[in-house]
T-cell receptor, first 113, second 113 residues
């Protein structure tokens, strides 16, 4: 079985500060991991994903995430926050050989001027 | 670009009405999904389909049914709408293999009065 925990339902950062959104997962099979972003009144858009290979994954809009198997984590980071990064972010896991994606409950990012 | 479209962005229905939500994808994806999204609860899977006429219950199927007569189209049906089904409904599609991400439609915000 798979599950995802996102620590912090709301995170606030100042413009230009580091963004760190936390995601921990559990999976009984090799996991594929995803981060999505949702802007107000829109669907979800893929930011990045980890399948195999390099554990540091780069995505769109300057975001990156590192897969750490020993810590069962896939935290999302961005060195310098922009106002346009204000949105809700979802971490998701899909187990190898399964159909279902399991989503975390989301983290709403607020960027302060 | 993959496109997932949903028939309505906003919908208002009365209690007891039968409601149809339509979703169409244009990338020949095998898998299609219906989620509902509520504040603090993230995305919860209602139903998914891995092939034409094939469907499986998700985590919250009660009060819903689905239909997939053609590969590109996946319909969600609320047999008798109730106020607790007021929510944002998101459709998604993906290729069959686990390494692939989902593509989401813009969502339908349904209000049942």
């Amino acid at each position: 079985a798979q599950s995802v925990t996102q620590l912090g339902s709301h995170v606030s950062v100042s413009e230009g500060a580091l963004v760190l959104l936390r995601c921990n997962y559990s999976s009984s099979v090799p996991p594929y991991l995803f981060w999505y972003v949702q802007y107000p009144n829109q669907g979800l858009q893929l930011l990045l994903k980890y399948t195999t290979g390099a554990t540091l994954v780069k995505g769109i809009n300057g975001f990156e995430a590192e897969f750490k198997k020993s810590e069962t984590s896939f935290h999302l980071t961005k060195p310098s926050a922009h106002m346009s990064d204000a949105a809700e972010y979802f971490c998701a896991v899909r187990g190898s050989g399964t159909y279902k994606y399991i989503f975390g409950t989301g983290t709403r990012l607020k960027v302060l001027a | 670009d993959v496109k997932v479209t949903q028939s309505s962005r906003y919908l208002v229905k009365r209690t007891g009405e039968k409601v149809f939500l339509e979703c169409v994808q244009d990338m020949d994806h095998e898998n299609m999904f219906w989620y509902r999204q509520d504040p603090g609860l993230g995305l919860r899977l209602i139903y998914f389909s891995y092939d034409v006429k094939m469907k499986e219950k998700g985590d919250i199927p009660e009060g819903y049914s689905v239909s997939r007569e053609k590969k590109e189209r996946f319909s969600l049906i609320l047999e008798s709408a109730s106020t607790n089904q007021t929510s944002m409904y998101l459709c998604a599609s993906s290729l069959r293999q686990s390494i692939y991400e989902q593509y989401f439609g813009p969502g339908t915000r349904l209000t049942v009065t």
